[in-house]
């Protein structure tokens, strides 16, 4: 089973603490069911975001769930590309 999500939002910068804000989000998971969400946040000490993404860049990344309480998390953020 494949754990990848592919990931499509807009970057809404960084809030005080680090971690990654994105708005207008779309999830697709391994079986191709579509998850959208109004906003979502990534931990910025683990999420490995890369630099060069401006505030307000539409993104398409894929990420691994972190699955923890309270519920599941993003983590893993690799091939990050600007549309």
Do not use: C
Not at 4 to 11: C, D, E, F, P, Q
Request: net charge negative; no cysteine; charged share 30%.
């Amino acid at each position: 089973m494949d754990l990848s999500l592919r990931i499509t939002a807009t970057y809404d910068g960084t809030d005080p603490h680090g971690n990654i804000i994105l708005h207008e989000v779309a999830i697709q998971g391994d079986r191709r069911t579509d998850i959208k969400k109004d906003h979502a946040w990534l931990n910025g000490q683990h999420a490995n975001w890369p630099g060069g993404v401006d505030v307000g860049d539409r993104v398409r990344f894929f990420a691994s769930p972190l699955h923890r309480k309270g519920g599941a998390r993003l983590t893993d953020i690799r091939e990050v590309e600007v549309i």
